[in-house]
């Protein structure tokens, strides 16, 4: 079963790690994928992606939010079945065949199970939907603007596929994008002019490595970046009362409260309990009243336990 691990630096000794299988894609020059998205740097001119606000949502997102992730090879829940306790929904996952791999190019090989009309039945009931791109297996660190430049027109093609999307979510740590920022810059600079200053940009960092915490700063001080949200599962160590508030505070402390949100988990065996989520937001939004919210791991387990996550946490936001 896949599961959205990354590693990211020395994080990758306390992560206990599960195959995210993954799959062709990223060469360079044209391709297209199963789903029909073409990628590559020759594809920008093949694509017709209409006007730029098709990618663009219909307002800013609220002070206050939850979110979860809808795994795209997991069929046991549709999209639309998502709950309206969330306020944004993140399409998991555009691949790009491996870490490191290919000219920088992203594809959507997930068009059969997630529809145009189920994404924009979501969008239209008020929904957010954002694009994770990366994953466990699916690290890419950008060092040119060619590579970033194919990362750029592969995302605008998808979202053209899709009929438009809100944001997107970048998880592309496994290949040490902390190291240099000026790239993944680049990149959401061109995203947000493309689609205006409401595109969101989000990212799932691990808690506990500086270079991700440093780039989030680059980011966030760059003026692109909406939020981080720390992941605290799928791995050790967010079972103990206090942790992962007193985490929260260092992210906080670097990139502002309003520029965070917490990674938690639902009905999930390698997460946070229930208990624990709600001990842990109620801590950390005690100290930090303008933080974002929190998202789950994942939607479709949410579902499995009768929303019971989302209903508690919603409460509490």
Request: aromatic residues 4%.
């Given at each position: 079963m896949k599961r959205r691990l990354f590693l990211s630096g020395s994080a990758g000794a306390v992560?206990?790690?599960v195959g995210c299988g993954g799959g062709g894609g990223g060469g360079a020059?044209?391709?297209t994928t199963a789903s029909g998205v073409s990628?590559?740097?020759s594809f920008a001119q093949a694509v017709s992606r209409g006007p730029a606000s098709a990618g663009a949502g219909t307002g800013p997102l609220p002070a206050r939010m939850l979110a979860c992730y809808y795994t795209g090879w997991d069929r046991s829940f549709a999209l639309t079945d998502v709950p309206l306790d969330f306020s944004v929904v993140y399409l998991f996952n555009a691949e790009n065949g491996g870490t490191n791999?290919?000219?920088?190019s992203w594809y959507w090989s997930y068009g059969a199970n997630i529809s145009t009309a189920q994404i924009q039945e979501v969008r239209a009931r008020g929904q957010k939907v954002v694009l994770t791109v990366g994953g466990a297996g699916q690290g890419f660190n950008y060092t040119n603007r060619a590579q970033s430049t194919n990362c750029v027109n592969s995302i605008q093609a998808i979202i053209a596929s899709m009929g438009g999307i809100d944001g997107i979510d970048f998880n592309n740590y496994e290949a040490g994008i902390g190291t240099d920022p000026?790239?993944?810059?680049w990149i959401a600079q061109q995203l947000i002019a493309a689609y205006g200053p409401d595109f969101i940009i989000t990212t799932p960092p691990q808690p506990n490595a500086g270079a991700d915490l440093s780039l989030c700063q680059a980011m966030a001080n760059a003026g692109v970046l909406t939020y981080a949200a720390p992941q605290f599962y799928d791995w050790s160590g967010f079972?103990?009362?206090?942790?992962?508030?007193?985490r929260i505070q260092e992210w906080a402390a670097a990139l502002g409260p309003d520029k965070i949100m917490l990674g938690l988990s639902a009905n999930y065996a390698n997460g946070p309990s229930m208990g624990d989520c709600l001990r842990e937001w109620s801590?950390?939004?005690?100290?930090?009243?303008q933080l974002r919210g929190t998202f789950c791991w994942n939607a479709q387990s949410n579902l499995a336990g009768g929303n019971a996550w989302g209903s508690a946490m919603k409460s509490m936001l």
């Open positions: 992560l206990a790690l020059g044209a391709e990628t590559g740097a791999n290919g000219d920088g000026g790239e993944m810059i079972n103990e009362p206090g942790y992962i508030s007193s801590a950390a939004a005690a100290a930090h009243p």
